[in-house]
């Protein structure tokens, strides 16, 4: 048996079966599957060893950066603190020198006290915290079964979790939408517990049991979240709302945040009390046993489950989608919905919109008509860029969109990271901020910078160090004399400087206080610089995140190799503005910097890691090969950034994306050949991309204009 395409990165695991609240709306008790009163009340120790060997065996297969565990019940804090301790010890232990384990906790908060806190201190838990808004909106459902409110004591909770020596386990709160309720006194209410994050639920409903709509109003969800966005929004966004969020981000082309909208392969799986494996806890209000997989912990490994045919169909993106929601204008943000929201009994099963599919699509046309997030709508200069007419307009653009999404992937990283990174990650924050209140310009080498972004979307992947934060910011701060001193990470006994170059250090540390002196020193290694009429560009031997282009970075060059590179880049360059002086002009604006490959890149495997900030290319023997590696590179790269902002095809349809990155760098490459029969090939490739169905109406729009410059 093969294993799985995508493994199992989230496990909700169930430590207790039973609640000490009768909420009105829990799935787990009052929907159709009933399997909870079967289970074992409280997750046994031998369940808990098998969890961790397999949470462990799986990420060691699967060679994972980190995996979230969440502690899940009914309640879980009736599993009380000595099995609680038990869980949290034996995951920690089992993952530890395997991957990162981000522990958290879901409760109603009514039992949460110190004993529980100063234990989840311990182990890093942070306490995730349900809680429907005010106590008139909190009272509607969340009750105990003698019908007393549970409002106070989950305030008092939410007090004590907020107090400093705790406030870094704070993970958020969530809310149930009830339409019935005030969006707006709901919002001011949580808000006022100063949350890190707050998500917004829809009830769980399908098309058999459809959600309350009162009045037979046709949208009431999506006016109620809209309300509840508009004083979120009015206040700032004072702390990010993953809904919200979501809808942005998959607007923009970037990922959803929450399993309930977007096209991301789900990757959650459900351990219950008595060790068996479910799929996500939502589908028990489709119907019961929905959520089975007939496996269990005992007998089976992740990658079993993981192949369970339930799983595998919330995670075939656009495909796995009904007709009519593939033909929808914002599927690529809806997603569809949850997946226990498309649930009908007639047959059609899950092949269906979500019951909550014209608020989804109010809800996000609304959110991209207020904040104009939406990738429908081309770029200035797109045409210009597709057909090859102006590339300098399309790239000026292009750079505001990467500057906002790096800005964004930053803004992501401090509130995914930063509350657990320490002390060094907090002190750069605070040094960024304050250099972008001085002048906002001080910032835009750091955004700029290609291989920031690549920093960020690795350590978010937690596969890349926080630390090279201060990096960044030392780079910015020293040479604008923004900052006396600044702290940098030394590894290898190197501290190095993006965008400028290195500091041998002549002492083993592994942080090391840097003044602007330092970059002057003897002991300071500057990158080389190319400048041939009108480019400016930097060589960079040294970014410890330059690796991304799918072909090995070479090492440190040497001066035979530095002048190579002296000699031959103005000669392919001059080559390049006589053949192609509109790919010239977007190339002088956005190429900042050219990292040496080791070995020519296999066309098939190459990757345009660095946008077109930054090309990866390996010096040949002449100038006419490397510019057209220069040219194929930067127009891969422009490809990369463009889909940042539009949604041209289907990305799961891989074989179109490398069609169209072909087709649309050999366009360009074609010419400066002065091949006859290399452009007769391209134009047959144009046309079969042409016929391509997963093809959006912007990216024909976008072939259209490559046909038109063949």
């Known amino acids: 048996m093969t294993g799985p395409?995508?493994?199992?990165?989230?496990?909700?695991?169930?430590?207790?079966?039973r609640c000490d609240l009768a909420c009105r709306h829990c799935y787990v008790y009052e929907h159709a599957d009933q399997s909870w009163s079967s289970r074992p009340r409280v997750?046994?120790?031998?369940?808990?060893?098998?969890?961790?060997?397999?949470?462990?065996?799986?990420?060691?297969?699967?060679?994972?950066?980190?995996?979230?565990?969440i502690l899940h019940g009914g309640e879980p804090l009736l599993a009380g603190p000595a099995r609680l301790r038990a869980v949290c010890e034996a995951l920690t232990t089992a993952l530890d020198g395997v991957c990162d384990l981000d522990l958290r906790i879901h409760t109603n908060a009514v039992q949460l006290n110190e004993r529980h806190l100063d234990l989840f201190a311990e182990y890093g838990v942070r306490v995730g915290v349900s809680l429907d808004g005010d106590r008139a909106a909190n009272d509607r459902h969340r009750l105990f079964r003698d019908g007393r409110s549970s409002h106070d004591k989950v305030l008092r909770a939410?007090?004590?979790?907020?107090?400093?020596?705790?406030?870094?386990?704070?993970?958020?709160?969530?809310?149930?939408?009830?339409?019935r309720n005030d969006p707006v006194a709901v919002y001011d209410a949580l808000a006022a517990l100063r949350p890190p994050r707050i998500d917004f639920l829809l009830p769980h409903a399908t098309w058999d049991e459809p959600p309350l709509r009162p009045d037979g109003s046709g949208t009431p969800y999506a006016d109620w979240l809209l309300a509840v966005h508009h004083r979120w929004s009015e206040r700032g966004g004072p702390m990010p709302v993953r809904l919200f969020d979501s809808v942005v981000s998959t607007l923009g082309g970037g990922p959803s945040f929450t399993e309930a909208m977007g096209l991301e392969a789900a990757d959650v799986v459900?351990?219950?009390?008595?060790?068996?494996?479910?799929?996500?806890?939502?589908?028990?209000?489709?119907?019961?046993?929905?959520?089975?997989?007939?496996?269990?912990?005992?007998?089976?490994?992740?990658?079993?489950?993981?192949?369970?045919?339930?799983?595998?169909?919330?995670?075939?993106?656009?495909?796995?989608?009904?007709?009519?929601c593939r033909a929808c204008p914002v599927v690529r943000s809806c997603g569809g919905g949850l997946f226990a929201h498309r649930y009908r009994s007639d047959g059609t099963g899950f092949d269906n919109p979500s019951v909550f599919c014209a608020d989804l699509k109010e809800l996000i046309r609304s959110i991209d008509a207020r904040t104009g997030a939406s990738a429908t709508r081309p770029i200035e200069g797109f045409d210009a860029l597709a057909d090859g007419s102006d590339e300098g307009i399309g790239v000026r653009q292009l750079a505001r969109v990467r500057h906002d999404v790096t800005r964004g992937l930053l803004t992501t990283l401090h509130k995914e990271i930063g509350p657990r990174a320490g002390e060094r990650w907090e002190r750069s924050w605070q040094l960024a901020l304050d250099l972008g209140r001085h002048d906002g310009g001080l910032l835009e080498p750091l955004l700029s910078h290609p291989y920031?972004?690549?920093?960020?979307?690795?350590?978010?992947?937690?596969?890349?160090?926080?630390?090279?934060?201060?990096?960044?910011?030392?780079?910015?701060?020293?040479?604008?004399?923004?900052?006396?001193?600044?702290?940098?990470?030394?590894?290898?006994?190197?501290?190095?400087?993006?965008?400028?170059?290195?500091?041998?250090?002549?002492l083993p540390l592994t942080e090391a206080e840097l003044a602007e002196h330092h970059l002057a020193g003897p002991d300071w290694e500057p990158l080389h610089r190319v400048r041939a009429d009108g480019l400016d560009i930097v060589l960079d031997d040294a970014d410890p995140h330059r690796d991304c282009f799918g072909t090995p970075v070479g090492g440190p060059l040497t001066d035979p190799e530095?002048?190579?590179?002296?000699?031959?880049?103005?000669?392919?360059?001059?080559?390049?503005?006589?053949?192609?002086?509109?790919?010239?002009?977007?190339?002088?604006?956005?190429?900042?910097?050219?990292?040496?490959?080791?070995?020519?890149?296999?066309?098939?495997?190459?990757?345009?890691?660095g946008g077109f900030g930054a090309l990866g290319v390996h010096l040949g023997r002449a100038p006419e090969h490397l510019a057209v590696d220069l040219v194929r590179g930067f127009r891969l790269g422009v490809l990369d950034a463009l889909l940042d902002a539009c949604d041209l095809y289907d990305e799961t349809d891989v074989r179109t994306g490398a069609l169209l990155g072909d087709t649309y760098a050999r366009a360009a490459t074609d010419i400066l050949r002065h091949d006859a029969e290399a452009a007769r090939r391209t134009r047959a490739q144009w046309v079969a991309l042409s016929e391509a169905g997963s093809l959006t109406a912007l990216g024909r729009r976008f072939v259209d204009g490559i046909g038109r410059s063949l």
């Open 5 to 17: 395409t995508v493994p199992l990165r989230q496990l909700v695991l169930k430590v207790h079966s």
């Open 452 to 506: 920031t972004r690549t920093w960020a979307v690795r350590c978010l992947d937690g596969v890349a160090s926080p630390a090279h934060l201060a990096s960044l910011v030392a780079a910015v701060a020293l040479p604008a004399r923004a900052a006396e001193k600044a702290p940098v990470p030394v590894s290898d006994g190197v501290a190095h400087l993006p965008g400028l170059g290195s500091l041998r250090m002549r």
């Open 270 to 324: 459900v351990i219950e009390t008595d060790g068996t494996y479910e799929q996500a806890d939502s589908l028990k209000t489709a119907y019961d046993g929905a959520p089975v997989t007939g496996k269990d912990v005992f007998q089976h490994t992740l990658d079993d489950v993981a192949l369970h045919s339930g799983i595998t169909a919330r995670q075939s993106g656009l495909d796995g989608l009904s007709t009519e």
């Open 562 to 609: 530095t002048d190579r590179w002296r000699h031959l880049l103005p000669q392919a360059w001059a080559l390049i503005r006589k053949a192609l002086p509109a790919v010239a002009s977007g190339m002088a604006e956005g190429v900042r910097v050219i990292t040496p490959l080791a070995v020519p890149p296999d066309p098939e495997h190459f990757l345009p890691g």
């Open 158 to 179: 939410i007090a004590l979790l907020d107090q400093d020596r705790y406030r870094h386990l704070y993970a958020g709160i969530l809310c149930t939408v009830d339409v």
């Open 43 to 69: 997750i046994s120790q031998e369940t808990i060893s098998w969890t961790a060997l397999r949470l462990s065996e799986h990420a060691k297969n699967h060679q994972l950066a980190s995996v979230q565990v």
